[in-house]
């Protein structure tokens, strides 16, 4: 699962303790960031000792790998920081060719350090506020709040429809308006206050497909760290096989088997079900060879993976 199942231990009893968390920093590795993106030796992070003139920079501590302290660092943006044999590199295409634990820890660490970048100042009071518990807290010296990192829980879901024979091998794909070539992806929507995923599922194919579902099924859930969202899904059973599409979010919506020409982002989705169906699930040779590489790194690799659609990216984009 991209960005998730981390081997870090993130010894969150002894984090708070500021003696122990300055034992841990000066025998730490630390993986650089600059400008959100982190720094890359090959397809690996890279972890480096620390620095006399990285003190003061806003630091992370991301947890004990085999006792092993690791910490992310934020570095300024000017100038562009440089180190031999390694690069930094845009987080969306790592995370498709770094390993799975490292595209965990690297998630972990923009996520936070996403956070800090825009929590510097109270949101109660508007006063600085400094960072504590190696990162896991921002504290009002002023009006003496408390800020915490923040997780914003997305549904990405596939409603299923009964087919002519009675099965369950239907299932309903929409297409952003601004799509242009012809690809459809998994429907997908904030959760918002007051409401339970099954309740955020039923009011995001109301309102962008029109459709009515019955039982929510829990797939698989996965950190998101555009800036700070956690993807979760699920499945969900049509009541009938009728459906509109809003013409503003989804300009088109397809009912399809399990062969078919899907998105990246819905593919996890349609292969297990296709593969609960015992239809299975061919790759259209209309697909481009640079996208079959990464739909097939993507099955091959991340089989359980599920990735945010298009849709998603623009409002997710909206509020980094
Ligand atoms: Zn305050």
């Not at 003139?53 to 100038?79: C, H, K, R, S, T």
């Not at 459709?211 to 700070?228: D, E, L, N």
Request: charged share 20%; aromatic share 8%.
């Amino acid at each position: 699962m991209a960005f998730g199942g981390s081997p870090l231990d993130r010894a969150g009893y002894h984090r708070t303790d500021p003696t122990w968390l300055a034992n841990q920093r000066s025998r730490g590795l630390f993986l650089p960031f600059w400008k959100s993106q982190p720094l890359l030796r090959g397809e690996a992070i890279a972890l480096l000792p620390g620095r006399p003139a990285w003190e003061g920079l806003q630091a992370v501590f991301l947890g004990l790998d085999d006792g092993q302290p690791l910490f992310a660092i934020d570095l300024p943006d000017d100038p562009e920081p440089v180190f031999d044999g390694a690069a930094f590199q845009e987080m969306r295409p790592a995370a498709v060719i770094l390993p799975a634990r490292d595209c965990a820890i690297a998630g972990q660490a923009k996520a936070m350090l996403d956070w800090h970048r825009r929590h510097r100042f109270c949101a109660n009071c508007g006063a600085a506020t400094t960072a504590e518990d190696g990162g896991y807290r921002r504290h009002c010296p002023n009006c003496q709040a408390d800020h915490f990192p923040r997780t914003d829980p997305v549904v990405i879901m596939l409603p299923i429809l009964e087919g002519k024979g009675g099965l369950d091998d239907h299932c309903l794909l929409g297409r952003n308006a601004r799509f242009t070539n012809g690809l459809h992806s998994a429907f997908a929507g904030f959760i918002e206050p007051g409401e339970t995923v099954e309740d955020a599922v039923a009011r995001e194919l109301e309102e962008e497909a029109g459709m009515k579902i019955g039982a929510v099924t829990y797939h698989a859930s996965q950190p998101w760290p555009f800036p700070s969202s956690l993807m979760i899904g699920c499945y969900a059973r049509a009541l009938s096989r009728d459906f509109t599409v809003d013409g503003t979010q989804i300009s088109d919506a397809n009912r399809r088997t399990g062969d078919g020409r899907p998105q990246p982002s819905a593919q996890s989705l349609m292969r297990r079900w296709a593969m609960a169906i015992g239809v299975g699930m061919r790759m259209s040779s209309a697909i481009s060879p640079a996208s079959r590489a990464r739909a097939s790194a993507l099955l091959n690799h991340r089989a359980s993976a599920i990735s945010v659609p298009s849709t998603m990216n623009s409002r997710l984009s909206a509020l980094a």
